[in-house]
């Protein structure tokens, strides 16, 4: 969550810059960055929904498990 936070802001800032610049390297790199975010979520997702097949519940004591 913390990571995504990061990656909206530096949209933000992204956007802003080229618009008082007047030019489209800012919303360029802005696309690259939702694509960077897009790929953690489904990666992120992906690995939920494995622990969930392989455990069969989401509960953190069963991911600790996984540590050993």
Do not use: P, W, Y
Not at 26 to 53: D, H, P
Request: glycine share 6%; with cysteine.
């Amino acid at each position: 969550m913390c990571l995504e936070l990061i990656l909206n802001s530096v949209n933000l800032v992204l956007i802003s810059f080229s618009r008082t610049h007047d030019n489209l390297d800012g919303q360029v790199m802005t696309l690259m960055v939702f694509v960077v975010a897009a790929a953690e979520i489904a990666i992120g997702i992906s690995i939920v929904i494995n622990l969930f097949k392989h455990k069969g519940s989401l509960g953190l004591d069963e991911f600790n498990l996984l540590k050993r």
